[in-house]
C-alpha cells in the first residue's frame, strides 16, 4: 500500500502543478491579448485623427484657393470694366456669375469636408467597436478563482487515481 500512496502523491502534485501554471498561462495570454487590443486601437484612433486633420487641413487649402481665384476672377472683371467705361448689364452679370461659381466651389468643398469627417467617425466607432470586441474575448479567456481552483482540485483527483493505478502496478505481480 505505500507504494500506492507515493505514487498517488506524486501524480497527484504534479497534475495539480501542471494544471496550475497552464491557468496561469492563459490567464497572462489573455491579459496581453486584452493590452494589445488597447495598444492597438489607440494607433488606429491616432490614424483616423490625423486622417481628419488632413480632411480639415486640405478644405482649408481649397478653400482658400478658390476664394483667391475669385477675387483675381473679379478684380479682372473690375480692371476690364474701367478700362472700358462700360458698367451694363453684362459686366454685370459677369460679376454676379463670378460670385456664384464660388459660392458652389465653397459648397461643394464644404459638403466633401463634412462628408469626409462623418466617414472618419464612423470609423471611429469601428475602432471603438473593434477594440471592445477583441478587449471582451480576451477577458472571457481568463479564468476566475473559483473555476481555477476547481480545475486544479479535478486535476489532483485524477493525477491521484492514475498515481494510484500506477503505484498498484509496480506492485503487483505480472502474470505470464
Do not use: C, H, W
Not at 495598444?39 to 488606429?44: E, H, L, N, V, Y
Not at 471603438?128 to 479564468?143: G, P
Amino acid at each position: 500500500m505505500g507504494l500506492e500512496v507515493v505514487a498517488l502523491g506524486i501524480v497527484s502534485a504534479l497534475s495539480m502543478a501542471s494544471a496550475a501554471y497552464g491557468i496561469k498561462s492563459q490567464n497572462d495570454q489573455a491579459q496581453a491579448a486584452g493590452e494589445s487590443a488597447n495598444t492597438a486601437a489607440a494607433a488606429d484612433y491616432q490614424a483616423v485623427s490625423a486622417a481628419g486633420e488632413q480632411v480639415n487641413a486640405q478644405a482649408s487649402a481649397e478653400a482658400l484657393k478658390l476664394k483667391r481665384q475669385a477675387l483675381i476672377e473679379r478684380g479682372r472683371l473690375v480692371a476690364t470694366q474701367s478700362e472700358t467705361g462700360f458698367f451694363g448689364n453684362s459686366p454685370l452679370r459677369e460679376m454676379l456669375v463670378s460670385r456664384l461659381k464660388e459660392r458652389e466651389a465653397l459648397g461643394t468643398v464644404g459638403t466633401n469636408q463634412a462628408n469626409a469627417l462623418v466617414q472618419n467617425s464612423r470609423d471611429m466607432n469601428s475602432i471603438f467597436t473593434t477594440a471592445m470586441s477583441r478587449y471582451n474575448e480576451a477577458r472571457s479567456r481568463r479564468v476566475g478563482g473559483a473555476a481555477a481552483g476547481l480545475m486544479i482540485a479535478s486535476s489532483g483527483v485524477e493525477g491521484a487515481a492514475e498515481g494510484y493505478n500506477m503505484g498498484s502496478l509496480l506492485i503487483k505481480p505480472r502474470k505470464r
